[in-house]
């Protein structure tokens, strides 16, 4: 079911930056996806392990906010496809390790070349001051996002 912020009218959409951010995300997301031919969440599953290196799959879950489930899922239908490395834990057989395999370090180099075309094509005709000023005001409201969850946290 989609919310009402969805069904505003194109004139009324811009005037709540959270709602074109939302938007933006969405559909920058699908389209970089479809470019890769991978979902996003997997994705971004590739981008957080290269970050990370081996880790538990609990652990990954919990960094990008997924269910353990989904995440199992994942991980397993991303090694039968040898994008990425699974073991058990010898510290504790409790717990699955993962890990890039090449084959998904490659897809993270290609997602890099992908990346930097898209970026380019999205930011056709911006001017540099007005990408520096939509950085700033990003930057800012990042800012007050964190100042906000380390006062609720």
Request: no cysteine; proline share 3%; hydrophobic share 40%.
């Amino acid at each position: 079911m989609r919310s009402e912020e969805e069904h505003l009218p194109p004139e009324q959409e811009g005037k709540n930056p959270f709602v074109l951010l939302t938007h933006l995300h969405r559909d920058m997301s699908r389209t970089f996806s479809q470019q890769m031919g991978m979902s996003f969440s997997r994705l971004l599953f590739l981008h957080e392990l290269w970050h990370a290196g081996e880790i538990s799959q609990t652990e990954l879950a919990s960094r990008l906010s997924m269910e353990g489930t989904l995440l199992t899922r994942f991980a397993k239908q991303m090694e039968a496809a040898g994008l990425i490395i699974r073991r058990v834990d010898p510290r504790d057989n409790r717990f699955t390790l993962v890990s890039l395999a090449p084959a998904g370090q490659q897809v993270l180099s290609e997602m890099g070349t992908h990346a930097d075309t898209f970026e380019a094509e999205l930011l056709e005709g911006v001017s540099k001051e007005d990408l520096a000023h939509m950085m700033r005001t990003m930057k800012q409201i990042q800012n007050n996002l964190s100042r906000r969850l380390e006062h609720n946290g």
